[in-house]
């Protein structure tokens, strides 16, 4: 049973920076490849992040590019998202995914998923 536990959620002021964690129990972390996604209130759950079994390749979304970045550290089993200057529209539950994929842009790619963890980025 794969496991994802994301950590590193919380309530910030427009301008600042969080970093998120997701710590994964797979053996063979290193064939997946990872990714964050995100649901604000209402709306619909959606890609930000994905990156590449070795990390050498990286997507992210039009609203987050240049802010975010996606890293992994495969001995650790965990991926990582730094988030810097952060917007209220970045409020959202953001969820870890995994996908038996090299890199993985589509949601219906994603074979496990984290609990997910809040975000509030106040204005």
């Known amino acids: 049973q794969v496991q994802l536990a994301e950590s590193g959620g919380g309530l910030v002021q427009a301008g600042d920076s969080l970093r998120l964690s997701c710590v994964a129990s797979?053996?063979?972390?290193?064939?997946?490849?990872m990714g964050w996604f995100r649901q604000p209130p209402g709306k619909e759950r959606a890609l930000v992040a994905a990156?590449?079994?070795?990390?050498?390749?990286?997507y992210y979304a039009d609203s987050v590019r240049g802010r975010f970045t996606i890293s992994r550290d495969n001995a650790k089993n965990t991926v990582y998202l730094q988030m810097n200057t952060l917007k209220p529209e970045d409020t959202a539950v953001y969820y870890c995914?995994?996908?038996?994929?090299?890199?993985?842009?589509?949601?219906?790619?994603?074979?496990?998923w984290g609990q997910g963890t809040q975000v509030t980025v106040s204005s």
């Open positions: 995914s995994a996908a038996l994929a090299q890199i993985a842009t589509m949601e219906f790619e994603y074979d496990y």
């Open positions: 797979m053996r063979t972390f290193s064939t997946y490849g």
């Open positions: 990156i590449s079994w070795t990390g050498g390749s990286t």
